[in-house]
Antibody, heavy 120, light 107 residues
């Protein structure tokens, strides 16, 4: 059974930093691209970033480009999201999401999410 | 960037009703479209990919159609467990933009 377990969320002040982690199990982690998707309280889904299976290729939404960095450690089956210069509008539940091998956006397994709150 | 617009934003329906949700892309995305279902407090679930391919295990009352810019998610006979919010998502090039969602409520 595929499991994705996010951690690292919490309360941070505007301008601060946070690193999210996602521990994957039940799949050959190194074979799949991985995404981060977020959802602000009471709002819709927003795609944030994707990383290729090898980690060589990364892409970001314009709203986080230059502030967030996605990375992965295939030896530890773990996905990361380093978030810097956080803003109030980054407040959201952040989901770790497995992509498809042929279509990176085919998000067929999701973690339970971790809440990031940016407030003074 | 390509924008994804869903309609309606919400709808009320009864058990057994046929429900149709539409998703329009601001430019052609051929058949690169996914549909998700999200229940309150839960992560979304992928229902349909490539506009019309049902994920294994998804009930056959769900179907997807369309290509280019106009897409449809249809629930042929609404069941109690189908009351949820549905999202379309562009799945071609980044950014993998989501529609704003359609909330299906009980009439």
């Amino acid at each position: 059974e595929v499991q994705l377990l996010e951690s690292g969320g919490g309360l941070v002040q505007p301008g601060g930093s946070l690193r999210l982690s996602c521990a994957a199990s039940g799949l050959m982690f190194s074979n799949y691209p991985m995404n981060w998707v977020r959802q602000a309280p009471g709002k819709g889904l927003e795609w944030v970033s994707v990383i290729s299976d090898s980690g060589r290729n990364t892409y970001y939404a314009d709203s986080v480009k230059g502030r967030f960095t996605i990375s992965r450690d295939n030896s530890k089956n773990t996905l990361y999201l380093q978030m810097n210069s956080l803003r109030a509008e980054d407040t959201a539940v952040y989901y770790c999401v497995k992509g498809g091998r042929s279509n990176w956006a085919e998000c067929d397994f999701w973690g339970q999410g971790t809440l990031v709150s940016v407030s003074s | 960037d390509i924008q994804m617009t869903q309609s309606p934003s919400s709808l009320s329906a009864s058990i057994g009703d046929r429900v149709t949700i539409t998703c329009r892309a601001s430019q052609s995305i051929t058949n690169n479209l996914n549909w998700y279902q999200q229940k309150p407090g839960k992560a979304p679930n992928l229902l349909i990919y490539s506009a019309s391919t049902l994920l294994s295990g998804v009930p056959s009352r769900f179907s997807g159609s369309g290509s280019g810019t106009d897409f449809t998610l249809t629930i042929s006979s609404l069941q109690p467990e189908d009351f949820a919010t549905y999202y379309c998502q562009r799945s071609s090039l980044v950014p993998y933009t989501f529609g704003q969602g359609t909330k299906v409520e009980i009439k």
